[in-house]
């Protein structure tokens, strides 16, 4: 069975990942009924959406974080996208980087105390609705 692996990063990603501390990793599946399969954003999202009342992770120590959205398959991860994010003034958004062109999340608004699966289920949310 698949499923996704999302893993919050509290950093840019400029440098290698190792060296970015990892804030929470995140495994599960959404299967619709009724109609064709979720888009990976909207997969995502909704993964997150059923952890983030369930577990609480540390808020974010700076202003960009990096999200890596990956499809596993038994040990094995294969790598979707990445999201390098921002927060700035109560306003986050990200760069999305996948097999496609580059292309940027609509800024969306965060309080002050959402943790960082709040503020990328936030961006998420914002970006299906467009």
Same mark, same amino acid.
């Given at each position: 069975?698949?499923?996704?692996?999302?893993?919050?990063?509290?950093?840019?990603? !400029?440098?290698?990942?190792?060296?970015? +501390?990892?804030?929470?990793?995140?495994?599960?599946? =959404? %299967? &619709?009924?009724? /109609?064709?399969?979720?888009?990976?954003?909207?997969?995502?999202?909704?993964?997150?959406?059923?952890?983030?009342?369930?577990?609480?992770?540390?808020?974010? !120590?700076?202003?960009?974080?990096?999200? +890596?959205?990956?499809?596993?398959?038994?040990?094995? =991860? %294969? &790598?979707?996208? /990445?999201?390098?994010?921002?927060?700035?003034?109560?306003?986050?958004?990200?760069?999305?980087?996948?097999?496609?062109?580059?292309?940027?999340?609509?800024?969306?608004?965060?309080?002050?105390?959402?943790?960082?699966?709040?503020?990328?289920?936030?961006?998420?949310?914002?970006?299906?609705?467009?």
């Amino acid at each position: 069975m698949s499923m996704l692996k999302i893993t919050i990063y509290d950093g840019e990603y !400029s440098r290698p990942m190792a060296c970015l +501390a990892r804030l929470c990793e995140i495994e599960g599946s =959404v %299967t &619709p009924f009724d /109609r064709p399969p979720f888009s990976v954003l909207e997969e995502a999202l909704r993964v997150l959406e059923m952890c983030a009342d369930r577990y609480s992770i540390q808020p974010l !120590s700076g202003t960009y974080f990096t999200v +890596a959205i990956g499809r596993k398959v038994g040990d094995e =991860v %294969t &790598p979707l996208l /990445r999201l390098d994010g921002c927060t700035q003034n109560g306003w986050a958004s990200a760069s999305a980087v996948g097999q496609g062109p580059r292309w940027d999340t609509a800024p969306v608004r965060y309080e002050p105390g959402d943790d960082a699966v709040e503020i990328v289920r936030k961006i998420l949310a914002g970006q299906l609705q467009r």
